[in-house]
């Protein structure tokens, strides 16, 4: 939704204060429909429903399309079945369908039964789509056109059905069994002689999605192609919608959302942080952190097995927060590169090698410079023995290198194994990394300060 402009918001509220509604209508009528939506829902539930109420009917359902989830709720199930029905009818069918699948099962039926038959078909035919693939964010709105037919008579057809369709900058070509076997933009209808035929003009190399495509996957096709439309076919290569591009630009802000929540280690949600509630908010983090707690003891039990080693070197108990902290943020590095190279498929499993070729120097790199620094420090600064740095400092350059090495192969054995890398991120790979920095740092100080 846009951002609100202040001054309209309290020129609207001021409006419907003083009742006067025929000005604020003609507001809304000068007003962009983003925002309007925008305006309309800052304000409370009672003035939100009359300033719907007092939009023209050809912009209600634009509008209401902007809004937000619970917004549409509250406004639909206070209308009458006749205007529920002039929303649900003009509304686009994803949108439409967007709306039914986040309603209650009884309000779902009586918007349905006041649907007109079309629009009934249309949203049936998306919601059986599963959940998340491009034809459940489909639109049944496009314009197609007959491979045999005029150019004259195509744009006839634009004009009759062009109003009702999402999208008339590209038209799809279908043969007598709707199969597409082209595309043809408007722009080419309108410089073309009305006598040329479709099929000598049209462009024969499509490229389509399928139905069951995963979104996340259709987004990457966009970004490739650079579309604004895109047609999707069913496995008999027939077409059964399109894909825009304001639909994309919602699932990448999805999808980007649900990989941060999933790598700072929170349960995905699909409602706004002020929206959520503080109970829903505490079974999204919880399990998380109670699973990384209890991964977490063992880290105390390592230390515990050293405790003689500890006790006879206390100075060693210092160093074991930077070198946790270390590790884990050179884990974290190495797996946010990785996890974001494999949502955009810059990255497959088959790159592992090579993956880990490359850490492995960075590491190393990494961990010497660290190294020197920190050996300086202790020695200068913290005034101990060489053998105490020494030790520090090559469970410093042996840590990074764990680190990175884990953090780098953990999100591709997580995608080979069909989980999403993003749960492979920095908490899970931190608390690795600390057991394996503390294994490695007491097996260095025994051994070379003969300690036990």
């Known amino acids: 939704m846009s951002e609100v402009n ?12 003083n009742k006067q509604y025929t000005r604020l209508r003609q507001n809304f009528e000068d007003m962009n429909d983003a925002d309007v939506a925008a305006v309309i829902g800052e304000l409370d539930e009672e003035d939100r429903l009359k300033a719907f109420r007092i939009l023209p009917k050809d912009m209600a359902a634009d509008i209401f399309a902007y809004l937000e989830v619970e917004q549409q709720q509250g406004i639909i199930t206070s209308m009458s079945d006749r205007e529920a029905a002039n929303i649900i009818n003009n509304l686009m069918a994803d949108d ?85 076997v082209g595309t043809v933009a408007l722009r080419y209808l309108l410089l073309s002689p009305p006598d040329a035929v479709i099929g000598e003009i ?22 490739k192609y650079d579309f604004t439309a895109m047609p999707v076919v069913d496995n008999e290569k027939r077409l059964v919608g399109i894909v825009t591009v304001d639909d994309i630009v919602d699932i990448l802000q999805e999808e980007a959302t649900e990989d941060m929540e999933k790598m700072a280690a929170i349960v995905p949600s699909d409602k706004p942080y002020l929206k959520t509630g ?72 088959s790159d592992m090698m090579h993956i880990i070729w490359k850490e492995f120097r960075v590491a190393i790199i990494c961990g010497i410079t660290l190294a020197c620094a920190n050996f300086a420090k202790l020695l200068w600064f913290d005034h101990v023995t060489a053998v105490v740095a020494g030790v520090v400092c090559l469970t410093l350059v042996i840590t990074v290198l764990l680190a990175k090495l884990v953090g780098c192969t953990l999100p591709l054995f997580a995608k080979k194994l ?16 600390d057991a394996l920095s503390l294994i490695t740092y007491f097996q260095i100080a025994t051994r070379l300060m003969n300690l036990i």
Not at 320 to 340: C, E, F, H, Y
């Open 6 to 17: 202040e001054l309209e918001l309290d020129e609207t509220k001021e409006l419907l204060e």
């Open 96 to 180: 439409a369908t967007d709306l039914l699948e986040e309603m209650p099962a009884n309000i779902v039926k009586k918007l349905l039964a006041a649907a007109s038959p079309e629009t009934r078909r249309d949203i049936n035919h998306l919601l059986r789509y599963p959940e998340d693939s491009a034809g459940s964010i489909m639109t049944v709105e496009y314009v197609d056109l007959k491979e045999s037919s005029t150019v004259e008579e195509a744009i006839a057809r634009i004009r009759k059905i062009g109003l009702d369709s999402e999208t008339i900058n590209v038209c799809y070509v279908l043969d007598p069994q709707r199969t597409l």
């Open 202 to 223: 049209m462009h024969e190399n499509v490229i389509a999605v399928n139905t069951l495509m995963d979104q996340e996957e259709v987004a990457r096709q966009f970004q």
């Open 278 to 349: 503080v109970f829903e908010t505490w079974k999204k983090r919880i399990p998380w952190l109670l699973l990384l707690m209890i991964s977490a003891t063992f880290t105390g039990r390592i230390i515990t097995s050293f405790e003689d080693a500890l006790s006879a070197c206390v100075i060693l108990t210092a160093y074991i927060p930077m070198l946790m902290d270390t590790g884990g943020n050179a884990g974290g590095q190495a797996s946010v590169t990785i996890i974001r190279g494999i949502s955009l498929n810059e990255i497959e499993f």
């Open 418 to 433: 069909g989980f999403d890398p993003a749960v492979m991120a920095s908490p899970f790979i931190t608390t690795i990394v």
